[in-house]
């Protein structure tokens, strides 16, 4: 097993790890804000996994370019879906995106 091997298992193992983390924090959460927190970091287990197949395949593969691309994509993509979630969610519970009186904090 040569040292290119084991890194794209180390990298598998960190970026499956952190996606099955994600995963389980989003079926265990109860509320819609505890869920988005965990939905935020499946990117970076899409961008270890992308680089294992990186490593593996090469930079300038047909699926090494894919794996970036789609790891690039997941990244720019992941926040902006968190943020459209979060503000629908508080749209649905409260009517309105302004804060209540007893949210602010008084200087």
Do not use: N
Not at 16 to 23: A, H, K, M, N, Y
Not at 33 to 41: A, E, F, K
């Amino acid at each position: 097993m040569t040292i290119a091997d084991m890194l794209v298992v180390v990298l598998l193992i960190l970026g499956v790890g952190t996606e099955l983390i994600c995963c389980l924090g989003v079926l265990v959460m109860s509320g819609v804000y505890d869920r988005l927190h965990y939905t935020g970091p499946a990117s970076f287990g899409a961008v270890l996994i992308a680089a294992a197949v990186v490593v593996r395949e090469g930079l300038l593969s047909q699926i090494g370019t894919k794996a970036v691309l789609i790891a690039a994509v997941l990244l720019i993509v992941s926040p902006v879906l968190v943020h459209v979630t979060a503000r629908s969610a508080r749209l649905r519970e409260h009517g309105e995106l302004q804060a209540r009186p007893h949210e602010v904090e008084e200087p």
